[in-house]
């Protein structure tokens, strides 16, 4: 029989952040008997009568009495199904550090067992993991010793993190808030995924973002409603069809939906760099039948009946997850183009992937006690741990071991100093350098990952030791965005580039007004205020932006600058002879050029097209076409009328192929100038030459002449070389020579 619902999973019992009604003694000892009818319940009452007397009258932020919280921890517990000690010692656990009952008064009332539960939690209750570096190293060697003796410890301090996690909007300060939340996320939540509590760490997870990145939550929620409202009517229709073919299968069944977590799609969101609209899993099925051969029945019919995403298939059941999670795994696209995931497992693989460690407890020698035999060591997942403490080793070397063995899903590198750096899984070495500061990922020209150069673009493993490499030229590639994964690094690489974008174009701006100027007869600075009032702009560097980018019209600065006579500068310009674009020689017009006129590309600056261009007129040579920022225009700027405006006509760059250098600095190794021969063909470039300029043992400095189609094409080639192995650095060559080899014609 098939029964389905699209409602989420629960939350355990209680869930949500406003005070509710405080269960009695009578409803903890009727919830125990649901699942250990032969529970004793007078230590239980006993325990909450202690909690109530001595809690008292104290309140919590909230302004519920105070002994409500550990009534609510162990109402968690009970969630989990956890055995009577368990549920005691949250209704104990805050009596030694609030009140003043002792250690000793819980020995003599509950027995030893119960008083050292207790003690471990208080123990965990003093530390304050998000502290100085060193005193959190020696926190958390203090507090994965106290878990690893018991790991009810861990059960209870998680439920009672839940509770606080719930609550945790009544705390005024949010600063504090934010810190509770950051240390929820770092700590408590992969202790959680670790031991396989899926249930209570999604909701950390959840709860803390909700705290920590405010305004992502909103917008994710929303995106949420949103796309809920829209695709409501596909899912229940997807609903209605996997139960009706699995009921005609013959095969029993549950069937209901969920919605992927909010946290969870922003860890992906960002640990992917895609938009909310990628996302592949934003709803799911889980399928809960009774055995595993029937898990491989449904999807199998699952399979036939819709077309499944092939890399989004995953076998769990046969290789289970370290923490003992077991799940057939698939994606589908249902109707409407919706992609569905779906979740096939047992009930009891079911309750493993909620509960965890918390799952196996049961009936066992006459007890309720953790059953060893179908769930092994429960501690078994936080001996990894236990085992770095071992290895000895100060406080810092074990936190940062420690951060890598439970953040599996993160990647977590190392400066040269030792800082350790959490990144997303798949991360590469340009996060890094944005993740350790933006300066250094604005300068960042290369990297060495343990102590050999790699390509930046490359993924980073856990423990890699990462050395950026900074440059003074803050120009990046084109192609580094692709290279990021990190909303941070993506979002700093593209400022970085409308700054340089911005800087490049006020300094051609400038060097075109100046020369106009000149070219008008005009000398000395000439006052731009009035100027940019009757044009609009607020600033000089705006207008230069303006001017650089081509927005800026010439007759229009001309009117603004003079008004009157540009209508005298425009009769004078048309007197000019203006060449057409059919007869322009190498793809380059401009006025005052005359068809026959001698043309030459400056080897200095070598212009391809989509570079600002201006020529400069050499007596018995002609003119030679060099780009605006040229450093070698400065010897012409005390000369008159000997630079004219230049531009590429709409076919260079098109039907025509130009020759760009590079110099690049090569490390001397069997196989370097293969790979650099693949990467610029690959980039559909062509090697036209290739000269050694210095050499050394280790390494060489080489001259590339490429075949290109204009400039962009040229910072590709140059981009693709940086990204080779062999390639310390590349850059495109500007001045060569500034001798009379600078006039030679193409």
Not at 78 to 84: A, S
Not at 395 to 422: C, N, R, W, Y
């Amino acid at each position: 029989m098939v029964t389905a619902t699209t409602s989420p999973v629960p939350h355990p019992p209680l869930s949500g952040g406003i005070p509710g009604p405080i269960p009695t003694a009578d409803h903890l000892v009727d919830a125990i008997r649901v699942y250990y009818p032969v529970v004793d319940e007078t230590q239980i009452r006993e325990a909450y009568a202690f909690a109530h007397e001595m809690h008292g009258e104290q309140l919590r932020a909230s302004g519920e009495p105070y002994y409500g919280h550990p009534v609510n921890v162990a109402w968690i517990l009970i969630g989990l199904r956890l055995d009577p000690a368990s549920i005691i010692t949250a209704l104990l656990h805050d009596t030694v550090e609030d009140t003043e009952a002792t250690i000793d008064d819980l020995r003599d009332r509950f027995g030893e067992n119960i008083a050292s539960l207790v003690d471990g939690v208080t123990k965990l209750g003093k530390l304050e993991l998000i502290s100085a570096r060193t005193q959190q190293g020696e926190n958390l060697q203090k507090f994965v010793l106290a878990i690893t003796k018991d790991v009810r410890v861990l059960l209870v301090k998680l439920a009672d993190r839940l509770h606080n996690m719930r609550t945790l909007n009544f705390i005024s300060k949010k600063d504090k808030r934010e810190r509770i939340a950051r240390e929820t996320t770092e700590i408590y939540a992969p202790l959680a995924r670790r031991i396989g509590i899926q249930k209570i760490c999604a909701e950390l997870e959840d709860l803390s973002f909700q705290y920590s990145n405010p305004s992502a939550w909103v917008s994710i929620t929303r995106r949420l409603q949103s796309q809920r409202d829209n695709t409501s009517a596909q899912v229940a229709q997807m609903s209605r069809a996997i139960s009706e073919r699995i009921m005609a299968a013959g095969i029993s069944a549950r069937v209901f939906g969920r919605e992927k977590r909010p946290f969870s799609i922003w860890r992906k969101l960002e640990r992917q760099a895609i938009t909310f609209d990628e996302l592949a899993d934003v709803y799911a099925f889980r399928i809960i039948v009774d055995n595993p051969e029937d898990c491989y029945r449904i999807l199998g019919l699952i399979h036939t009946s819709w077309r499944c995403v092939p890399e989004r298939f995953r076998d769990f059941i046969s290789v289970p997850k370290p923490n003992r999670y077991q799940s057939l795994h698939t994606t589908v696209t249902g109707p409407g183009s919706v992609r569905v995931e779906l979740q096939i497992r047992t009930e009891e693989m079911d309750n493993i992937a909620e509960a965890g460690v918390a799952a196996h407890w049961r009936y066992k020698q006459g007890g309720y006690d953790y059953d060893t035999v179908s769930g092994g060591d429960p501690l078994e997942m936080l001996k990894p741990l236990l085992e770095i403490l071992e290895f000895g080793g100060d406080p810092d070397d074990f936190l940062e071991h420690a951060k890598l063995e439970m953040f599996q899903d993160q990647v977590f590198a190392f400066t040269p100093k030792g800082k350790l750096i959490s990144l997303p899984a798949g991360a590469t070495a340009l996060d890094f350098a944005y993740a350790v500061h933006t300066d250094i990922g604005d300068d960042c020209v290369g990297v060495k990952i343990n102590g050999r150069e790699r390509p930046l673009r490359i993924p980073l493993n856990n423990g890699d030791s990462v050395d950026i490499i900074r440059g003074g030229d803050r120009l990046p590639p084109r192609g580094w965005e692709g290279m990021v994964i990190t909303g941070r690094a993506r979002s700093a690489i593209r400022r970085l580039i409308r700054e340089v974008e911005s800087q490049e174009f006020e300094k051609l701006g400038r060097a075109f007004v100046d020369r106009l100027l000149r070219r008008e007869g005009l000398k000395g600075k000439i006052v731009l205020k009035d100027a940019r009032k009757r044009l609009g702009y607020k600033t000089n560097k705006e207008l230069y932006i303006q001017a650089g980018r081509g927005l800026l019209r010439t007759d229009a600065l001309m009117e603004a600058l003079f008004p009157g006579q540009s209508d005298k500068s425009a009769e004078s310009m048309n007197q000019r002879e203006l060449i057409s674009d059919k007869t322009a020689r190498l793809f380059v017009r401009g006025s005052g050029l005359k068809s026959n006129i001698s043309m030459h590309f400056a080897q200095c600056c070598s212009p391809l097209p989509g570079d600002r261009i201006v020529g400069v007129i050499v007596p018995g040579k002609g003119v030679i076409i060099h780009t605006i920022d040229c450093e070698l225009l400065a010897g012409f700027e005390e000369t008159k009328n000997d630079l004219i405006d230049l531009s590429w006509t709409p076919q260079a760059g098109v039907e025509s192929a130009s020759i760009g250098r590079i110099l690049a600095t090569v490390i001397h190794q069997p196989g370097a100038l293969a790979e650099i021969t693949d990467a610029v063909g690959r980039s559909k470039g062509n090697i036209m030459d290739i000269k050694s300029l210095t050499r050394s043992p280790d390494f060489f400095d080489m001259a590339f002449d490429v075949e290109v189609l204009d400039a962009r094409h040229l910072s590709h080639i140059v981009a693709a070389m940086r990204a080779c192995n062999c390639v310390v650095a590349a850059n495109r060559a500007r001045v060569q020579n500034t001798n009379e080899d600078n006039n030679n014609e193409h």
